[in-house]
């Protein structure tokens, strides 16, 4: 393993990555963005073997604390050595490792987000934009470039998922609609992936309300 070493650092890398999860959550709860349970989380502990800490499943996502994470590994399954393997990792923490693995991005976020459902609703093969400085926040121009936010259906096989995910994977766009569900959204750090999904869903609003 060529990051941290669970059995010395793990407590602390991984109760970093809790607090830093939870605070996230309650932030995406507090604006409308993960209600109820809904959305989940994760950051990249390591990449070789593949290992993220993804927020448990079934919790409140505005409650959440620094000890409601799991780590994973590339199939979302929980790894036996952990100080708690008795959590459930998030149903859909087998997409954030796709998402991680594909991307190379260092946190994933998963929000559901209105707008993104309904931009998915209206342009289910993909949502181009163009000519909005809001583009320049996720890499890209602000004039004469269109950018297409893909979009795959929704499925509960996040195996299913993460193959339609791949098949219309953009490196040049750091998100992605799952129809009638969400958005996933990513960047190098929980930063960049909370800005990502900022603006990717204000991106979408105007989509939306300009159609
Ligand atoms: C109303 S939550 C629906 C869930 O199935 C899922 O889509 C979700 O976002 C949260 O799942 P979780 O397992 O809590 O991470
Ligand atoms: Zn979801």
Do not use: C
């Amino acid at each position: 393993m060529t990051g941290p070493d669970y059995r010395v650092e793990a407590r602390g890398v991984l109760e970093a990555a809790g607090k830093a999860l939870a605070a996230e959550s309650a932030r995406f709860a507090g604006i409308g963005w993960m209600r109820g349970t809904s959305g989940n989380l994760s950051i990249v502990l390591n990449r070789n073997p593949l290992r993220l800490a993804v927020t448990v499943s079934g919790l409140d996502k505005g409650e959440l604390t620094s000890a409601d994470v799991v780590v994973v590994d590339e199939y979302g399954r929980a790894v036996e050595e952990q100080p708690r393997p008795d959590l459930i990792p998030s149903a859909e923490a087998e997409l954030h490792a796709r998402v991680a693995s594909l991307s190379g991005a260092g946190a994933v976020v998963h929000v559901h987000a209105l707008q993104a459902v309904l931009a998915g609703h209206w342009w289910p093969d993909g949502i181009e934009l163009r000519d909005l400085e809001m583009l320049k926040g996720i890499g890209r121009l602000a004039h004469d470039e269109t950018v297409a936010i893909p979009v795959v259906p929704n499925s509960q096989d996040m195996k299913v998922l993460g193959d339609d995910v791949a098949k219309v994977f953009d490196p040049g766009v750091p998100a992605v609609v799952v129809a009638r569900h969400g958005m996933y959204a990513w960047g190098r750090d929980l930063l960049q992936a909370r800005h990502h999904t900022e603006i990717v869903e204000f991106l979408l609003q105007f989509k939306v309300e300009t159609r």
